[in-house]
Nanobody, 123 residues
Framework: QVQLVESGGGLVQAGGSLRLSCAAS????????MGWFRQAPGKEREFVAA????????YYADSVKGRFTISRDNAKNTVYLQMNSLKPEDTAVYYC????????????????WGQGTQVTVSS
């Protein structure tokens, strides 16, 4: 079966950095679009970043552009999210997703999801 496992979350001060990892198994990783989404308490799940199967094309929400960087290592079946200049507004559970979405920002178009990892940014 397909499994996506996130790691790397934690508690960070505002202005700090974290790198999230998502290890995938049970799917053809190199042919999948990989995305990161986040969900804060009382809010809907929102798009953060996505990367094409080749790693050549990347996409970011306006709220994180210039601060976050998505990358993938197909040899390791792993996708990363480097988060710099973190703000309290970034506090959320971050989810890794995989699929072949026609619109990379829509959660409903992804087939597989990880369990999430908590990111908390203190003031």
């Amino acid at each position: 079966q397909v499994q996506l496992v996130e790691s790397g979350g934690g508690l960070v001060q505002a202005g700090g950095s974290l790198r999230l990892s998502c290890a995938a198994s049970g799917l053809t990783f190199s042919s999948s679009v990989m995305g990161w989404f986040r969900q804060a308490p009382g809010k809907e799940r929102e798009f953060v970043a996505a990367i094409s199967w080749s790693g050549i094309s990347t996409y970011y929400a306006d709220s994180v552009k210039g601060r976050f960087t998505i990358s993938r290592d197909n040899a390791k079946n792993t996708v990363y999210l480097q988060m710099n200049s973190l703000k309290p507004e970034d506090t959320a559970v971050y989810y890794c997703a995989a699929g072949r979405p026609t619109d990379r920002s829509r959660p409903a178009l992804y087939n597989y999801w990880g369990q999430g990892t908590q990111v908390t940014v203190s003031s």
